[in-house]
């Protein structure tokens, strides 16, 4: 059986497999916009693919540091703390976090923003007097998505 193995359909079958828990998507997106996206192509030996045509997971017992020895510190930095949202080994954020440069330290912000969910968080409204429900500072409005924490920056 042949598979295609293009970046793009990598990723977006790792995405639909990740789909509805935010962990996993906020890890499998670290694994897609950090390093050029290498870390989520099919030549890493974490990314697997799945039983239907253009569908790919993560095999997260391969995403460890027994697969890492040729990658700079940063790299395994993100791959530790993609791993850990990805339901692997914990990490030590003592250890990881002040190895990062500024491009992979915004990767991990919104990933955390990511995976608790922050970008469906919605707006505080409290009962009025007259059981209407108003935003805290008074005025009127409906519920409304309050939009992420950090968002993804965008890809350049």
Do not use: K
């Not at 693919?49 to 095999?59: Q, R, S």
Request: hydrophobic letters at 40%.
């Amino acid at each position: 059986m042949s598979m295609n193995t293009d970046p793009d359909v990598v990723a977006d079958g790792l995405r639909a497999w990740a789909r509805g828990i935010y962990p996993l998507e906020a890890g499998v997106e670290l694994l897609i916009r950090s390093c050029g996206g290498r870390f989520a192509s099919s030549g890493m030996p974490w990314v697997q693919p799945g039983e239907d045509p253009g569908w790919w997971w993560v095999d997260v017992d391969q995403l460890s540091a027994d697969n890492f020895a040729a990658l700079s510190g940063g790299e395994t930095r993100i791959l530790s703390i993609a791993a850990a949202l990805l339901g692997g080994t914990p990490v030590n954020l003592y250890d990881a976090i002040p190895g990062l440069d500024r491009d992979h330290a915004q990767l991990v912000l919104a990933a955390l923003a990511h995976a608790c969910g922050s970008h469906e968080h919605r707006g505080a409204l409290v009962p009025d007097p007259e059981g209407r429900y108003r935003a805290v500072d008074g005025t009127r409005m409906r519920i409304r998505r309050l939009g992420s924490l950090y968002p993804w920056p965008r890809a350049e």
